[in-house]
Structures are given as structure tokens and as C-alpha cells.
């Protein structure tokens, strides 16, 4: 069913694409990036359920308690959404703002060819660090399997499908929810988009918070960190320290290179 899921989704961003000749090569890394991305973290899942196991503990399973019972659903779904949107806006727009967590979101922006897979492409350590050392959702609210599972769901379309390659715009509507032009802004490289457009779900955190940047009608900008991205598995592996790991140019070969550039 995954399997057939992506082929789907690779389809409709050939036919309708925002960018038509995007890189076989760095789409495919994106994928092993993305696996290891995902296999690092599960190795390490017995560590860090330990100890957001302990976290949520100390809370009391949640300092406050989500009903699903009769009208409770309505409303506990209501407050899953809104609180999670407006928690994750915030923690992704921090991660913005602190050098330390740059260097590891700075790994998801990247990406020059964005697509559907890039949603999942982010570092393994700040997979790691979220899921066992700030649990802070769980550890605020003790949410029901059910209202997990529905606002699991609602969240997955706008915030997962928001990086398709696939040329979509809402038009009159860009400002109600997040899709792939609105968030394609986000990732733009150009200076005017940088620390634009955070929201997972509702642009409506953005507005309120001064950092909302409204696409024009077709307003699809190239993305990426101009050039700096990982070349290989490697590379994204070690992707905060890389500068410590890459070999030193003497400063002489340094000017070299740079004449040879002018």
C-alpha cells in the first residue's frame, strides 16, 4: 500500500510539476536520506522512550486530560489541533532562530529538488532529540488514541503534502491552509521568503505572529541553501559537524581557487 501510495504521488508530481526537470540523482538520495533518517532514530527508540517515558511520567501522563466520550471528541479534537499547530509552529520557527537547532532543521531546507519524500527528510538527531528529551505535547496533554488517530490524519494532509512538486495553487483561499505553494515559500532561497510561512496547518499563525508572506498567483520560487547540501548518505549523516569533518584548504589554495573563480 506505501509502495503504491509513492508511485501515485511521483505520478501526479511528473504531469502537474512545479519543477519538470528536477534531479533523478538528488530525488533518489532524498529516499536514502530519508531511510536513514527513520532506521537511526529506531535504533535508538529504546533510549528515548526510556526517557520521554520518565518526562511524561512526571507530568502525570499529561498535565491535562483530552475526553473522547460523546461531545468531548469534538472538542478534544478541536484542542489537539489548534494546540499542536500553534506548539509546532512555535518549535519550528525556533528552530530557525537558535544557531544550534539551525544546524539541524538546516538539513531539511537543504533539499533543492522538493518534493513529497523531502516532508520526511529530516535530521536523525532532531528526530531523536524531539521524540526523547522535549515530548512537550504529550507531556501537556493525555490525548485518547482516537483523537490521536483523526488529528494524525488531518495534520498529515496539509503539512505532509504541503512539498509536493505539483504546480497547485488555492488561489483566493492560499491564506486558509497550508499547501505546497504556500509552504514552497518557506523553502524559497530567495532573501525575501527567508523565516516566512511556518505553519503545519493553519496560515492563521503566521498572520498573527507577523510572519505570514501571501504567494502571488504564480509565485513558485526555486528552494535550497544555495548549494550547500549533502552530495551523499554520509554527509547527511554528520550533517551538523560537517564543516569539522571536511578537509581544511590551505589558505593559499584558497586564494588560488578564488582567483581562478574571478
Known amino acids: ?101 539551525w544546524r539541524l532543521h538546516s538539513f531539511h531546507h537543504s533539499a533543492e529538488a522538493v518534493t513529497f519524500i523531502t516532508g520526511a527528510r529530516h535530521h536523525w538527531l532532531d528526530r531523536v532529540l524531539n521524540a526523547g528529551f ?22 498529515a494532509l496539509p503539512d505532509t503534502f504541503a512539498h509536493l512538486n505539483v504546480r497547485f495553487t488555492l488561489g483566493r483561499f492560499v491564506m486558509w491552509i497550508n499547501s505546497p505553494q504556500y509552504h514552497r515559500i518557506h523553502h524559497s532561497s530567495r532573501p525575501e521568503h527567508f523565516d516566512k510561512n511556518f505553519a503545519s496547518i493553519l496560515p492563521l499563525w503566521d498572520i498573527v505572529f507577523g510572519t505570514a508572506w501571501r504567494p502571488g498567483k504564480d509565485e513558485f520560487p526555486p528552494t535550497g541553501l544555495g548549494g550547500d547540501k549533502p552530495a551523499t548518505v554520509w554527509e547527511g549523516v554528520v550533517w551538523p559537524v560537517r564543516d569539522l569533518l571536511r578537509p581544511k584548504v590551505s589558505a593559499q589554495r584558497a586564494a588560488e581557487l578564488h582567483a581562478q573563480t574571478d
Open 1 to 101: 500500500m506505501v509502495a503504491a501510495i509513492l508511485l501515485t504521488i511521483r505520478l501526479v508530481e511528473k504531469t502537474f510539476p512545479i519543477e519538470p526537470n528536477q534531479s533523478r540523482r538528488e530525488i533518489w538520495l532524498d529516499y536514502q536520506l530519508v531511510a536513514v533518517s527513520l532506521l537511526l532514530p529506531w535504533a535508538l527508540s529504546s533510549v528515548t522512550a526510556v526517557t520521554a517515558g520518565m518526562l511524561i511520567k512526571a507530568c502525570g501522563g499529561g498535565l491535562i486530560h483530552l475526553r473522547a466520550d460523546g461531545w468531548w471528541f469534538a472538542l478534544s479534537l478541536a484542542v489537539y489541533v489548534f494546540v499542536g499547530d500553534l506548539y509546532r509552529y512555535w518549535m519550528h520557527r525556533l528552530s530557525h532562530s537558535v544557531p544550534v537547532l
Open 134 to 155: 522535549y515530548p512537550l505535547f504529550p507531556m501537556m496533554f493525555q490525548t485518547p488514541p482516537e483523537v490521536a488517530l483523526v488529528g494524525g490524519f488531518m495534520y
